[in-house]
Nanobody, 126 residues
Framework: QVQLVESGGGLVQAGGSLRLSCAAS????????MGWFRQAPGKEREFVAS????????YYAGSVKGRFTISRDNAKNTVYLQMNSLKPEDTAVYYC???????????????????WGQGTQVTVSS
């Protein structure tokens, strides 16, 4: 069994920063991509960022590009999401995801990831 455990969520004022962490544990699995999705109340789950585990290529949703940075620590089996210049519209539950099979393109939809964390709440006050 594979577990993805997120941490680092919380309440922050607009313009502030948070760093989310996601530690992968359990049985060894091949990971080709890890990333983050988010879901705000009443809205669909949306892609935030992804990183290719081998090589470190990254991709971001337009709404967060330039403000968020995804990174990984191979030795710690951990992926991070540094979030700067936070806005109230960034308020959501943030989910860590992993994809254990290869893709020639960056997977952008929820169904393209086979492992999910439980989510961590991020609230940005205005």
């Amino acid at each position: 069994q594979v577990q993805l455990v997120e941490s680092g969520g919380g309440l922050v004022q607009a313009g502030g920063s948070l760093r989310l962490s996601c530690a992968a544990s359990g049985r060894t699995f091949s990971r080709y991509f890890m990333g983050w999705f988010r879901q705000a109340p009443g809205k669909e789950r949306e892609f935030v960022a992804s990183i290719k585990w081998s090589g470190g290529s990254t991709y971001y949703a337009g709404s967060v590009k330039g403000r968020f940075t995804i990174s990984r620590d191979n030795a710690k089996n951990t992926v991070y999401l540094q979030m700067n210049s936070l806005k109230p519209e960034d308020t959501a539950v943030y989910y860590c995801v992993a994809r254990s099979f290869w893709s020639s393109t960056i997977p952008l939809s929820p169904g393209q990831y086979d492992y999910w964390g439980q989510g961590t709440q991020v609230t940005v006050s205005s």
